[in-house]
C-alpha cells in the first residue's frame, strides 16, 4: 500500500479527514432509543443530542470523519475527488476507536459518523469500516450511536454486517435524476445506489416484523391523526419499486461475524437516510420535493437532506466558482420537508409542474395557504386537527394543545399565543369564536404583502448569513473619550 | 397577608404548602403567599412564617397529589420545584388548588393562568437539562475519573446527573453545580447521590477543570475543522448556544499550552 501516508500524527489526520467530512449534512442522533448497560459505555437517546455548534450554525453531533479520503472515484463536484491535489490520509481502525470513546466519555459528541472515499475498491474500503464498526462495538463496548455512510457497489454481506452494527445506516443519492448523476458522478450509476437503498429498506422491514413492530418505520405521532399524510395506509399501497430481496436472504446469515449475532442487534434501527444536492445541476424545487416524497414512501426513508452547493472545484459543467450557495432555497426545501412529514402536505400540493419552483419571499405554508383562501378563515374552537395544521403559524404543538384546551375551555386570542400559536401569520387566517383578530381583508394581494413585510427580516437573515456586521460606534472612528466636544 | 417561606429544596416546599394548606382552610385560600428564602425585601404589613422540611407532611402532600390528581402533575410540580423563578412556589399553590377541585384533566386546562404558568416553568426546567445534558463538558482526571462543571440557572444537575448513569454506568464521575455548590456524584456501577460541598471540597474540585490532555486539543481541531467557511452563521451558531453558556465548553476556550 504505497498510498497511505503515515507520516500524519492523530490530530493531523483529524484535520484533515474532519475537514474532508464537513460538506455531508446528516449530523442527527435521533431515532434510535437504547438503555445503557453496565460494563459498556454509551446509549441513544431517540431525541437526539447536539453537543457543540460549529461556526457556520450547525450542530455537532457525531464525530463526522472519513475513514479515509483516498478516492479512486472522480466525482465532480467532490473535494476529494481524485484528480484534486489535496493532503491525503488514512485512519487506521483503533485510531477511529480510541478518539470516539474518549471523546464519548467527555460527553464531546453522541456518536460515530464514519463515511470514507473509496480506496482501492467499495468492497475493501466497507470491508475495513466494518472492521472498524466492529472493534467499536465488541473490544471497545460501545453502545452509542453509529451512523455509517455505505459505499455504493460494495458486496451485499458487508452492507448487512455494517446494518447490524450501526444504528443508521445511509447511502448518497447526490442527484436527483439520472441524468445528472451519469454528467456530474461518471463512476457512479443510479443502479448502484438505489439497489443498495432497496435492500437496505426491506431487510430493515423484515428485521422489524421479526421483533414484533410493523415493517414501516415510527413517524412523528401527528401523522397518525392525519387521514392523507403521504405516510397513510392507502398511500403506501402503490408502492411502484419492485421487491429488491432482503440482505439476509442474499448473504446469508452465516456470513456475519459471530459477535454481531450474539448480541441479537436489530437492523439499523434509526433507518436509513440519504442527502441531495442541490443548485449543482437545473433540477427544480418540484423534482426534488417529487424525488423525496417518492424515496419516504418507496424506500421508507428516515430522512432525506438537502446540501446547497458550494463550489469547490473548477469544471465547464458545474457552476462557477464565485457562485453563492443557494442557501434560501435550501431553507424553503427544509420547510416543505417538514410539511410533508409532519404536516399532511403532498409534494403535489405544494408545488406543480407549471410551478415548479418556491416562491423565496415566502415560506411554503403561506404560499400553498394564500393560493387556497377559500377554506380560510377557519375558527380554531371548530376547526378539525388536520386543518388546524394547514393554518400559517400553527404547527404540531400548538394544534395538539389547541385540541387539549378546547375541550375544557373557550380559547382567546390571548391563550392562543400563550400556546405557541403565532399570530403574526396565523391572524390573517383564523378566527377565534367568530372573531377576527384585527379587521382585515381576506384578499390575496393584501396578505401576501403583509406576510413578505413579515418574513423580510429572517429571509435576509438566510440569505446573507456569512455576511459580517456589527453596531457601528464613535469609537470605531477613533474619536475618544472626552476628546470631541 | 400572611406569607409562607421556606428553604429552596423539594421538601421544603412540600412542607410549606402543607402548613400554608391547613392555615387556607381556616382563614381563606386569598389570605396568603408562598415564598422561598433568601426574602431580600420584606414587606412592612405581611407576617412571615417560616416553615421547615418534616418528611410526614411531604409524605402526605406528594400522597394527595398523586392520588387526587395525577402523576403527571406530580411531575410537573417536581420540575417547578427545581425552577429559579421567584413565583414557582406560588404557582405550585395556585395549580394545587385548581388541581384538587378538579382532578386530573388540570393538565389540560391550558387557559387557566396558573396551569400555563406551570406548564411553562416545567418547560423551562426541562430544556435547560436538556442544554446541559448536550453542553456538559467532562474533563479527565488520569484515566480514572471525570469531572465536569456547570452553572445552570435552574437547579438541574439532578437531572442532567440521571441522564449520564444510564449513558456511563461504569465509569467514576462527578458533576457539580458550581453556584449552588452541590454534586452529582457517580461511583462506578452504583447509583447516584447528591453532595453539599464544604469548602475544602469546593477549593480542591474547582481545580479540576484546568486539567487537560490531548484529546482536548484534538476536539478544538475537530470543532474548528467542521465549520464550512462559506456558510459562516455566527448569529445562528449563538442562538443555538447562548455565551453563557459556553462558559465550561472547552472548544471555546484558547488552549492552555500556548499562553
Known amino acids: 500500500m504505497d498510498q497511505i501516508i503515515t507520516g500524519y500524527t492523530t490530530r493531523e489526520k483529524l484535520q484533515i479527514l474532519a475537514d474532508a467530512a464537513k460538506y455531508d449534512v446528516a449530523c442527527t442522533s435521533s431515532g434510535s432509543d437504547r438503555r445503557g448497560k453496565k460494563g459498556f459505555l454509551g446509549n441513544a437517546e431517540a431525541c437526539g443530542i447536539c453537543h457543540s455548534f460549529a461556526s457556520d450554525g450547525r450542530c455537532i453531533s457525531l464525530l463526522k470523519i472519513l475513514m479515509t479520503n483516498h478516492c479512486v472515484y472522480d466525482c465532480k463536484y467532490c473535494v476529494n475527488r481524485v484528480s484534486n491535489d489535496v493532503p491525503r490520509a488514512t485512519f487506521t481502525p483503533e485510531e477511529i476507536c480510541e478518539l470516539t470513546v474518549n471523546f464519548y466519555k467527555r460527553n464531546y459528541i453522541e456518536g460515530l459518523f464514519l463515511s470514507s472515499g473509496v480506496l482501492k475498491n467499495p468492497t475493501y474500503t466497507m470491508e475495513k469500516m466494518c472492521e472498524t464498526l466492529s472493534l467499536l462495538r465488541n473490544k471497545y463496548r460501545f453502545n452509542g450511536y453509529i451512523h455509517v455512510k455505505t459505499i455504493p457497489g460494495a458486496a451485499d454481506e458487508l452492507l448487512a454486517t455494517a446494518g447490524y452494527l450501526a444504528d443508521r445506516i445511509s447511502v448518497n443519492l447526490e442527484l436527483p435524476t439520472a441524468e445528472s448523476l451519469t454528467k456530474l458522478a461518471p463512476n457512479k450509476t443510479f443502479q448502484t445506489i438505489l439497489d443498495p437503498m432497496g435492500k437496505v429498506s426491506d431487510t430493515i422491514a423484515a428485521n422489524r416484523i421479526s421483533r414484533g413492530k410493523l415493517p414501516q418505520m415510527e413517524r412523528s405521532r401527528s401523522n397518525q391523526y392525519l387521514g392523507s399524510s403521504i405516510f397513510s395506509s392507502q398511500n403506501r399501497v402503490e408502492k411502484q419499486r419492485g421487491y429488491g430481496g432482503t440482505l439476509s436472504t442474499v448473504g446469508d446469515r452465516m456470513l456475519l461475524p459471530a459477535e454481531v449475532q450474539s448480541e441479537n442487534r436489530s437492523f439499523a434501527p434509526a433507518g436509513q437516510s440519504t442527502q441531495m444536492i442541490i443548485g449543482a445541476t437545473q433540477e427544480s424545487d418540484y423534482t426534488l420535493l417529487k424525488t423525496t416524497q417518492k424515496l419516504y414512501q418507496d424506500y421508507d426513508l428516515k430522512r432525506v437532506f438537502y446540501s446547497a452547493y458550494i463550489p469547490l472545484n473548477e469544471d465547464a459543467l ?6 453563492a450557495p443557494p442557501l ?3 431553507h424553503r426545501l427544509y420547510q416543505a420537508d417538514w410539511l410533508l412529514r409532519f404536516y399532511g402536505f403532498h409534494a403535489e400540493e405544494l408545488l406543480t409542474e407549471a410551478r415548479p419552483n418556491f416562491n423565496e419571499q415566502l415560506d411554503p405554508k403561506c404560499d400553498w395557504a394564500l393560493r387556497h383562501l377559500g377554506e380560510f378563515p377557519l375558527d380554531v374552537q371548530t376547526a378539525s386537527y388536520d386543518q388546524l395544521l394547514r393554518i400559517p403559524g400553527v404547527g404540531p404543538k400548538s394544534a395538539g394543545r389547541i385540541m387539549k384546551a378546547r375541550r375544557y375551555g373557550r380559547l382567546d386570542f390571548d391563550s392562543l399565543k400563550k400556546m405557541g400559536v403565532v399570530l403574526k401569520r396565523a391572524h390573517y387566517f383564523i378566527t377565534c369564536n367568530g372573531h377576527r383578530l384585527y379587521n382585515t381583508p381576506i384578499e390575496e394581494a393584501f396578505i401576501t404583502r403583509q406576510l413578505i413585510g413579515t418574513n423580510q427580516r429572517e429571509n435576509w437573515q438566510v440569505a446573507n448569513q456569512n455576511r459580517q456586521y ?7 472612528y477613533g474619536i475618544e473619550m472626552g476628546g470631541a466636544v | 397577608m400572611r406569607v409562607f417561606t421556606c428553604k429552596d429544596q423539594f421538601e421544603d416546599s412540600m412542607t410549606c404548602i402543607y402548613d400554608a394548606w391547613s392555615w387556607a382552610l381556616k382563614n381563606g385560600h386569598e389570605n396568603l403567599r408562598l415564598e422561598r428564602e433568601p426574602i431580600f425585601q420584606p414587606t412592612l404589613f405581611d ?28 411531575i410537573d410540580i417536581f420540575y417547578a420545584t427545581l425552577s429559579i423563578e421567584p413565583d414557582a ?8 388548588r385548581l388541581g384538587f377541585r378538579v382532578g386530573a384533566r388540570v393538565c389540560s386546562m391550558y387557559t387557566d393562568p396558573h396551569v400555563m404558568r406551570i406548564l411553562e416553568l416545567r418547560r423551562r426546567v426541562g430544556n435547560e437539562a436538556h442544554y446541559f445534558r448536550e453542553f456538559a463538558r467532562f474533563s479527565a482526571m488520569g484515566d480514572t475519573a471525570y469531572i465536569c462543571h456547570l452553572e445552570p440557572k435552574n437547579n438541574v444537575i439532578l437531572l442532567v446527573g440521571e441522564h449520564f448513569a444510564d449513558r456511563m454506568p461504569s465509569e467514576h464521575w462527578m458533576i457539580i453545580d458550581d453556584n449552588r455548590r452541590q454534586a452529582v456524584v457517580h461511583v462506578k456501577n452504583q447509583e447516584n447521590y447528591l453532595r453539599y460541598l464544604s469548602e475544602e471540597e469546593w477549593l480542591r474540585l474547582s481545580r479540576s477543570e484546568l486539567y487537560e490532555d490531548s484529546y482536548t486539543d484534538m476536539w478544538r481541531t475537530f470543532f474548528h475543522a467542521i465549520g464550512i467557511r462559506q456558510r459562516e452563521n455566527r448569529e445562528c451558531q449563538r442562538n443555538l448556544f447562548p455565551i453563557w ?9 484558547e488552549s492552555k499550552k500556548n499562553n
Not at chain 1, 470 to 475: D, T
Open chain 1, 318 to 323: 458545474l457552476p462557477r466558482l464565485d457562485t
Open chain 1, 328 to 330: 434560501l432555497r435550501e
Open chain 1, 470 to 476: 456589527q453596531q457601528m460606534s464613535l469609537f470605531d
Open chain 2, 47 to 74: 407576617e412571615y412564617t417560616h416553615i421547615d422540611a418534616d418528611m410526614e407532611k411531604v409524605t402526605k402532600v406528594v400522597r394527595s397529589i398523586q392520588n387526587k390528581i395525577s402523576m403527571e402533575a406530580y
Open chain 2, 89 to 96: 412556589l406560588d404557582t405550585i399553590y395556585g395549580f394545587l
Open chain 2, 245 to 253: 453558556m459556553r462558559k465550561h465548553a472547552v472548544e471555546f476556550r
